[in-house]
């Protein structure tokens, strides 16, 4: 992650980066397709297998993809065929889709296998922060660390709605936390995914990032990872891998956003509409989990919060990425420009790949709500900061849910 104290040199949260695509809604030109890979490795699809459509995942029939859809994606430099094949590791600047309506992500059937899932990891994106010496605004004395206690197994019992969002980068393989919430338009059936913008976005020097897939209670049974090394893929993802049909974040992310000096963090989330790999009987994400939680874009000033409980799944030392993790804190104020709005601040020693992982507290209703996710923190993990949600992120989040109303 990114630290944003002159001391410090420090990192973006390893196996999360940066955001996805702004308030702006497009037509998701690739959320139908279904690709089925025959074989992968850690990074690599190979070739093979039938095009289905993912509104019925898992189906029988073979279909042909309409021409006009082929022809709109070759629009934007992507051939179906070759896609499946490999192409999408092709990350040239000018084929690098930036824009917020530009957000393709075709489901790759059988690409994020367990090993690969395992492996995935953010790269060492080590940088001086010291242009945050001039930080203007409020900003509360650094908080004091606070011990990450791991969540006891099963997570699916204890913190259901949390998971682990998996994409490719130029990099290679990276790995986010997040959360499932709710969605307005589909009470009780939702199939939003909340995360960070900097997990499906790279920001103001980069684009889109591919293959986003959500695993929801990830490792469910809290194994090791020497467990995990031949566990079947229905342990490692017990309610398997929903991939993100569309994906929006916010246009400052987009147009601020970069891994060094908290560039964008005040605007560093995303929600992501996600549609399972296999069939689900139907079901949506919140009823095959059995929870979502609500949304608060008003919630209390800082001083009034009494707690925020933020969870992930911490990959950089000591940890490993494998298992749940929260940390319980008082917030406190982090104000990185005058003109951004002041961020949450905790006591927390997850590292990275807690990145856009949910922050939970009491919600302007007295019941709890995810008011931030995580976004930056020093090196040293210690202490980490979370936008607050306003309208911004309310904008980003009505535009998803208002996006698949009628579906």
């Known amino acids: 992650m990114r630290s944003i104290r002159p001391s410090f040199t420090a990192r973006r949260g390893r196996n999360a980066r940066r955001g996805t695509s702004p308030v702006l809604a497009a037509v998701a030109l690739a959320s139908a397709l279904v690709l089925t890979a025959t074989a992968c490795d850690s990074g690599d699809a190979e070739a093979g297998g039938e095009v289905t459509p993912s509104a019925a995942p898992g189906g029988d029939g073979k279909i042909t993809i309409p021409d006009d859809i082929r022809d709109k994606l070759k629009e934007h430099g992507i051939d179906i065929d070759k896609w499946k094949n490999g192409a999408w590791k092709n990350w040239d600047k000018d084929d690098w889709l930036r824009e917020a309506d530009e957000y ?43 011990d990450a206690k791991a969540v006891a197994p099963a997570y699916h019992a204890n913190a259901p709605e949390a998971g682990k969002v998996f994409f490719d980068s130029p990099e290679g393989t990276m790995v986010c936390s997040a959360t499932v919430v709710q969605d307005p338009a589909h009470p009780g059936k939702s199939n939003l995914v909340w995360t960070a913008g900097h997990c499906v976005h790279a920001g103001k020097n980069g684009g889109w990032y591919r293959n986003i897939a959500f695993v929801p209670s990830y490792n469910n049974e809290g194994m090791t990872a020497g467990e995990l090394e031949s566990a079947a893929k229905e342990k490692v993802a017990p309610y398997g891998a929903w991939w993100g049909d569309w994906a929006q974040t916010s246009d400052q992310w ?38 979502a939680l609500p949304v608060d874009f008003k919630a209390p000033a800082v001083a009034k919060v009494e707690g925020i409980t933020a969870t992930g799944y911490p990959a950089a030392a000591p940890f490993d990425g494998q298992t749940m993790y929260q940390c319980q804190d008082k917030p406190g ?11 949450y601040r905790i006591g927390c020693t997850m590292t990275g790949g807690s990145s856009g992982g949910g922050w939970v507290a009491t919600g302007s209703d007295g019941k709890p709500a995810l008011v931030s996710n995580t976004s930056i923190g020093p090196v040293t993990a210690g202490w980490l900061a979370g936008p607050r949600l306003g309208e911004a992120a309310k904008g980003v989040y009505d535009s998803v849910s208002e996006k698949f109303a009628g579906q």
């Not at 994020?112 to 994106?125: E, F, G, L, V, Y």
């Not at 922060?129 to 004091?144: I, R, W, Y």
């Open 104 to 146: 393709i992500n075709p489901i790759i059937e059988g690409l994020w296998d367990p090993d690969r899932m395992r492996d995935a990891q953010d790269p060492d994106n080590a940088v001086d922060d010291s242009d945050l010496s001039g930080d203007q605004g409020v900003t509360d004395p650094e908080p004091a660390p606070v």
């Open 254 to 291: 987009i147009e601020q956003g970069g891994a060094t000096g908290g560039d964008g963090a005040s605007y560093d989330f995303a929600v992501i509409h996600v549609t399972p790999e296999e069939g689900s009987g139907g079901k949506s994400l919140e009823e095959t989990v059995g929870s």
């Open 333 to 343: 104020r982090l104000s990185l420009s005058a003109s951004d709005p002041t961020m």
